[in-house]
């Protein structure tokens, strides 16, 4: 059927007409705006003057309920779309997005309380810093939350959704009783972002969103222990099969430089790009409920200063997943950007990359 009229529809029976919307609802939105959805349809189907089409209609109503149209002309059904290595994730996304009791995941969230590190810097903790100096233990609990909220959907013809997000990492000293187990890090990352959902063929991979950002970064101390930049940054999102990458390029905001010792205002940090570089790159491959993980970040000008950090997370019911993280390089926290360290841990993931 091409058009929908209602002297059409008059002649349908009842039955035939509900079975009809039930199988269009169940094919093109999740469960949870299924409801909305058909009285959307039924709307459309009463008030149509014989020129809607049944392709206009569903565009409509999956608009109005808060859903991006697939194009007609994409070369992707749902079915093929479900078998993409990110869409479980980007449909629990959409479907969620506009409950205002959930809160999505970002990064991923994770709890390490195995944490080994090969060399902590003790340099910074002197007297004024809580005469760490020579105090504090390699054995640490890592653990990471990170989340994300919509502020608007759609916002350039249909397309962008504008998120704000907020990142947590700390290093805790949990059995570093003798020293009352400080907190010896935490780093803060509040960033805001435009994500543009996509469907291109790069390179042979499927480049599946594009993002825009600007991020903070801090560690939310003072004194001789501040550390802090602000970047802007684009990152593109690839898949193939079991195959994903995230390209992650990013400018550093410049700062002012310290004008005297103790300047506030000033640069804490002014050489952080030659430790953290330009840019990261994320790669992961999914087998089964198994995923293994690499990131890699590098400064072009020196081979020396960069960072590895490998990924294994493994199930362990259907809620949580066994994470095994191992870093070695630079930049694994604000306070030791500068310094080289190697570190093992275990724990806990709460959240995947997917």
């Known amino acids: 059927m091409t058009f929908l009229s209602t002297q059409a529809l008059q002649k349908w029976p009842t039955s035939k007409m509900l079975c009809t919307l039930s199988f269009l609802a169940a094919y093109t939105v999740p469960a949870a705006y299924a409801e909305t959805y ?25 608009s109005a309920t808060g859903h991006e149209a697939v194009p007609a002309d994409n070369g992707k059904s749902e079915e ?28 991923p969230n994770y709890l390490l309380p195995l944490s080994y590190a090969t060399s902590i810097d003790h340099d ?14 390699p054995a640490e609990i890592k653990f990471q939350i990170s989340i994300k909220a919509p502020v608007a959907t759609g916002i350039f013809q249909g397309k962008g959704d504008l998120y704000v997000a907020y990142t947590n990492t700390s290093w805790w000293q949990a059995y570093n009783i003798d020293n009352s187990s400080p907190f010896r890090e935490t780093n803060h990352e509040p960033e805001a972002f435009l994500i543009f959902p996509m469907h291109q063929n790069v390179f042979g991979l499927n480049l599946r969103a594009t ?44 700062e002012k430089k310290k004008e005297y010792p103790g300047d506030a205002e000033g640069d804490d940090n002014p050489d952080i790009v030659d430790y953290m570089g330009y840019g990261e790159l994320h790669f992961g491959y999914k087998m089964g409920d198994y995923n293994l993980g690499l990131m890699v970040r590098n400064n072009l000008r020196s081979e020396n200063k960069g960072a590895i ?4 997370t493994f199930p362990i019911n259907q809620r949580f997943k066994g994470y095994v993280q191992y870093f070695n390089g630079y930049g694994e926290s604000l306070i030791d950007y ?10 806990i993931m709460l959240t995947d990359w997917l």
């Open 38 to 62: 058909d009285q959307c349809l039924l709307r459309g189907i009463k008030s149509a003057d014989g020129t809607l089409t049944l392709q206009a209609l569903r565009a409509q109503c999956l």
């Open 80 to 107: 093929n779309e479900n078998k993409d290595l990110l869409a479980d994730r980007i449909k629990s996304e959409r479907a969620t997005r506009n409950n205002p009791f959930t809160i999505s995941p970002h990064k």
């Open 124 to 137: 910074h903790w002197g007297t004024d810093n809580g005469n760490l100096q020579g105090h504090l233990s």
């Open 211 to 254: 993002a825009v950002g600007i991020s903070h970064q801090s560690n939310g101390r003072a004194g001789g222990l501040s550390r802090g930049w602000n970047r802007v940054y684009a990152n593109f999102i690839l898949e193939k099969d079991n195959f994903y990458m995230s390209f992650k390029p990013w400018w550093r905001i410049p």
């Open 309 to 312: 950090q490998l990924d294994w």
């Open 338 to 347: 500068n310094d080289s360290v190697s570190r093992i841990s275990a724990g």
